[in-house]
C-alpha cells in the first residue's frame, strides 16, 4: 500500500465530501450570489475548482488533454473552452454563465474519478519527476500540493460565502 497516496486521496475525499454538503441545500439564487461586484460566486468556484484538479491531474500529470475538453463539457459555454478561471477580468466575471450545479458536479465527479485512479498508480518516482506547470518546471510532489492548496483555499471561499448567506451550521 502506497501510505503517501492514501492520504492524500484521502484529504482530497474529504474535501469533496465537504463541497458536496456544502452545496447540497443551496438554491439557485445562493449558488449564484455576490457580496459585492467584485466577488466571485459559488458557481464560478466550483467551476474553477473542477478545471484546476483536472488541469493539473489530466494535463500536467498525465499529459493528457482537459476532460473539459476531450469530452465536450465546454460546448455548453464555448466562451469558457480554453479558460481555467485565472486572471478573470471584472467583464468575464460580470458575464460569467448561470451554469446548472447538479451538471457542474458531474463533470466534476469525472474529475475526481480521474484523480483516485491516478493516486492508486502513481508511484513516488512518479511524482519525483519533472512536469511543466504553466511556464515552470515543477515536480509532481509539488501538483500535488498544489492541488491540496487550491481546492482547499476555494473550498473555505464557498464555506464563508455560505455562512454569509444563512449562518452558522444551516
Given at each position: 500500500m502506497n501510505y503517501f497516496s492514501e492520504s492524500i486521496k484521502s484529504g482530497l475525499n474529504e474535501y469533496y465530501k465537504i463541497l458536496n454538503q456544502s452545496l447540497d441545500t443551496l438554491t439557485e439564487n445562493e449558488l449564484?450570489?455576490?457580496?459585492?461586484?467584485?466577488?466571485?460566486?459559488?458557481i464560478f468556484l466550483v467551476w474553477h475548482m473542477a478545471?484546476?484538479?483536472d488541469n493539473l491531474v489530466n494535463k500536467v500529470?498525465?499529459?493528457?488533454?482537459?476532460?473539459?475538453?476531450?469530452?465536450?463539457?465546454?460546448e455548453k459555454y464555448p466562451c469558457l473552452k480554453?479558460?481555467?478561471?485565472?486572471?478573470?477580468?471584472q467583464?468575464?466575471?460580470?458575464?460569467f454563465p448561470k451554469m446548472e450545479i447538479q451538471w457542474l458536479i458531474k463533470y466534476y465527479d469525472f474529475v475526481r474519478d480521474s484523480t483516485n485512479n491516478l493516486l492508486e498508480k502513481i508511484t513516488e518516482y512518479d511524482l519525483s519527476l519533472n512536469y511543466i506547470f504553466g511556464v515552470n518546471t515543477v515536480t509532481g510532489y509539488f501538483v500535488l500540493?498544489?492541488?491540496?492548496?487550491?481546492?482547499?483555499?476555494?473550498?473555505?471561499?464557498?464555506?464563508?460565502l455560505r455562512g454569509m448567506m444563512r449562518g452558522l451550521n444551516k
Open positions: 449564484i450570489w455576490k457580496p459585492n461586484l467584485h466577488s466571485n460566486n459559488i478545471l484546476v484538479e500529470l498525465l499529459k493528457n488533454e482537459k476532460f473539459w475538453i476531450v469530452n465536450n463539457y465546454y480554453n479558460q481555467t478561471g485565472f486572471g478573470f477580468s467583464q468575464q466575471l460580470d458575464e500540493g498544489r492541488l491540496i492548496t487550491e481546492l482547499n483555499q476555494h473550498l473555505g471561499q464557498i464555506s464563508y
